[in-house]
């Protein structure tokens, strides 16, 4: 029997959501070098070293949940996915994980010297809790062979995507919203946008998956699906604890995890699970869809500039 071998077909909706996602996909793209990072260099040399020390370490944690986004996670999904206009859909998430982690070495070039930069990934692979993170969601993105599997890969890309994240996004975030590191914090408001769009996409066919398995596959799944997301949530505490520690913020931290836990748990179908408490309100604007985050048709984000622009000096009218 000869292998049919088939092109992804746009001209037909092979459902009724995944052409949305991709168009909306589309018109956020963005670059980091569209950025001009460069104007947080005065307010970093005016914050202090705890400050700094926390900055980039919430970064550098970032840096290594999107690369195994990018290179293990959205791979494995794409693996076990039939359907050509989902798996270009997912490549394309997969190419924006790829560049959000280049975004925050684009922020460590422009704020660190050559020996901060090479410290900085150093202690990415010598932290303890952090590289726990990474073995949790590895352990269920290399083991993606069956649908059950893929359920489950892709309630642990939502819980990634949806909530592993904003341990990282809340110092960024309080910090603009007090009007320090803006240009950065543009980036992490980009950056904010897509991850919201990638947990309701493969929160959307995560649930498609699930209401194709028997009642006792479904409760199974269920009890698996909790055993993920407190393993996951109980590391993540540690590590808050662990990088938070001489902010005072951990409390609070910890809190917007669980907010965010919640919502992960929405984007696949089930109720919250985290009593919380009031969410910062300085963060909690930073996500507001009244402004340039996580609002789902919206373009680009409020302060974004397609190019880069630098205020003219006297050194830029002499021509040789």
């Given amino acids: 029997m000869t292998f049919v071998h088939k092109a992804v077909n746009w001209n037909v909706e092979d459902d009724d959501f995944t052409q949305t996602f991709w168009n909306q996909n589309v018109k956020q793209f963005w670059l980091p070098e569209e950025i001009s990072i460069s104007k947080d260099l005065k307010c970093w040399s005016e914050l202090d070293e705890n400050q700094k020390k926390l900055y980039k370490r919430v970064l550098a944690g970032l840096t290594l949940l999107d690369t195994k986004q990018g290179n293990n996670g959205i791979p494995s999904m794409m693996s076990l996915t039939d359907n050509l206009q989902r798996k270009a859909v997912l490549s394309f998430m997969g190419t924006m994980e790829e560049i959000h982690a280049k975004s925050y070495s684009s922020i460590f070039t422009t704020l660190l010297s050559k020996v901060e930069i090479e410290e900085l990934f150093t202690w990415i692979e010598t932290e303890p809790t952090l590289q726990r993170k990474a073995e949790l969601i590895l352990k269920q993105y290399e083991n993606t062979n069956d649908k059950k599997s893929l359920y489950l890969s892709m309630v642990t890309s939502v819980f990634l995507e949806s909530f592993l994240f904003y341990s990282g996004f809340f110092y960024p975030l309080y910090l603009a919203g007090q009007g320090k590191m803006v240009a950065s914090g543009e980036i992490i408001s980009l950056i904010l946008r897509d991850e919201s769009l990638h947990g309701k996409y493969i929160g959307l066919l995560a ?3 699930f209401n194709e398995f028997s009642n ?3 409760l199974l799944l269920t009890k698996r699906l ?29 809190n917007f995890l669980k907010y965010n836990a919640n919502q992960a748990l929405e984007n696949l179908g ?5 009593d919380v408490d009031p ?14 985050t996580h609002d789902f048709f919206s373009t680009k984000g409020n302060g974004y500039q397609k190019g880069v622009y630098e205020e003219l000096e006297d050194s830029d009218f002499i021509f040789n």
Avoid at 229 to 245: A, F, S
Avoid at 280 to 291: A, H, M
Wanted: no cysteine.
């Fill in 279 to 292: 969410v910062n309100p300085i963060v909690l604007n930073g996500l507001s869809v009244e402004t340039k």
């Fill in 207 to 209: 649930q498609e998956i």
């Fill in 270 to 274: 089930f109720d919250k699970f985290y």
């Fill in 216 to 218: 006792s596959d479904k």
């Fill in 226 to 254: 909790y055993v993920i997301l407190n393993d996951l949530m109980e590391n993540e505490i540690d590590y808050t604890r662990l990088i938070y520690k001489e902010s005072k913020l951990e409390e609070e931290v910890i």
